[in-house]
């Protein structure tokens, strides 16, 4: 009986539904790049046969519709040699390209390619020119934190080969803690604000249009990608410079003085001091289990991960500052911010709303509102805390991990990740509107050493 109910097909959650829709449609590429040449391709296909991924019900599924045309999965038997595809030769014939920029450009053109439906919805990309592989994995098996908490089960930390890795990304929902008089009453306040103006952005309000904007349409324009790399110490010495203030806070303060700097040097349209660029984030709204308990229940057989999407959209907001003589201002600036956004319901209420509309009316409604706030924003950012220590995946040291996604109306995705000691940032741009995104990366890069310098000096005040 157990076997039989586990080969139904399975309802797929709205936000997963979502993500299927043509304009939203979501695949998120995680490369990684080795310090060694990657092991032979059955031994890369043996490790995935015995890895706890392939044992996973979601990453065994195929998508399958029933009359009505609602989704679900359906479990289905593996064909490795279809998941597993082996690029042997360079991705450029340019013998100056590096690496790390050749898999960029790869991964730039991944932004617009689909995943096959015919089977289930994840490949495994090995270059092997490159020491590189990119993981695909379609959004609507599940967010970020559940997807790398799966990928990094299947690693090992590379001075302890019997150990899997610690990741801190997983952990709690928002909103989960108690509150007291003052901010229930903020926290009622901020909601009213911040909801009134995310159903305003869902009806007419548009960020005022920059080098920055994209639009309708703009998801289909030909993508490029480049790195910003950040030394985690340095954070955290910003971070200590402004008091109260987390590594979120001055990842905003970087974002709002780098894209500044950026639209100071590259704009040919003068803007008002104060201009707000709308940022898209998502915050994780479920409670999951520790990483290890996670790994420990996989090897068991026992699938307690709550697969899928659980989380809710906020705007962040950003300003562009001319002749900012205050690195740690922004940051400062960015914590208030911060700070409000979390005295509020406004990612419960956006779950709420897009799961309410896509159980009555459907997902096209859901994906179409959806569309309509980034149409009306102006970029995408995303940060998941990864492993401290360095990790191995088939034996082999990694280099880097970075993480971008499919192609959005917006003119500027941002994805970060944090991994053993630096935080890659890859700025996926509209390269028709941002031809220069490695521009774009050092004014990043730039503005967060101006705002270490400036914690140094007032550390010696």
Known sequence: MEKTETELPQPMTPAGRLFLQHRMNQVINCAIIGEQPPCSLDAIKTNFKNSILFKHPRFSSLLVHDSSGREHWKRTHIDIDRHVIHLTAPLSEDPFISDEDAVNSYLAELASTPLPTDKPLWEFHVIQAHNAAVFRVHHALGDGVSLMSIFLSCCRKTEDPTQTPEFPGVGDGAFRKRWSLWQLVCLFWFSLVYVVELVMRLLWMRDQTTAFSG??????????????????????????????????????????????????????????????????????????????????????????????????????????????????????????????????????????????????????????????????????????????????????????????????????????ISYAGFADMQILVAKDLIPDPKNLAACLEDALLEMKEAADASVKI
């Open 215 to 416: 639009g309708a349409g703009v998801e289909d324009w030909p993508r490029s990608l480049a790195t910003a790399r950040f030394r985690l110490d340095d954070m955290k010495k910003v971070k200590r410079a402004v008091p109260g203030a987390t590594i979120n806070d001055v990842l905003f303060g970087v974002i709002s003085r780098g894209f500044s700097r950026y639209l100071d040097s590259g704009s040919t349209t003068a803007l008002d001091d104060g201009v707000q660029l709308t940022g898209v984030a998502m915050v994780n709204l479920r409670r999951q289990p520790e990483f290890q308990d996670l790994c420990r229940m996989l090897e068991n057989g026992e699938f307690g991960l709550e697969m899928g999407n659980k989380f809710g959209m906020i705007l962040l907001p950003v300003y562009y500052r001319k002749c900012d003589l205050n690195p740690l201002g922004s940051v400062k600036k960015a914590k208030e911010m911060i700070d409000k956004k979390k005295l509020s319901l406004e990612a419960f209420f956006s779950y709420k709303l897009l799961h309410w509309i896509t159980a009555l009316s459907g997902a096209k409604l859901a994906s179409f509102l959806n569309y309509r706030v980034i149409c009306n924003t102006t970029f995408t950012i995303s940060n998941i805390v990864g492993p401290k220590e360095k990790i191995s995946l088939s034996g082999n040291p990694l280099k880097y991990i970075r993480v971008t996604s499919s192609s959005l109306p917006h003119a500027i995705t941002m994805h970060m």
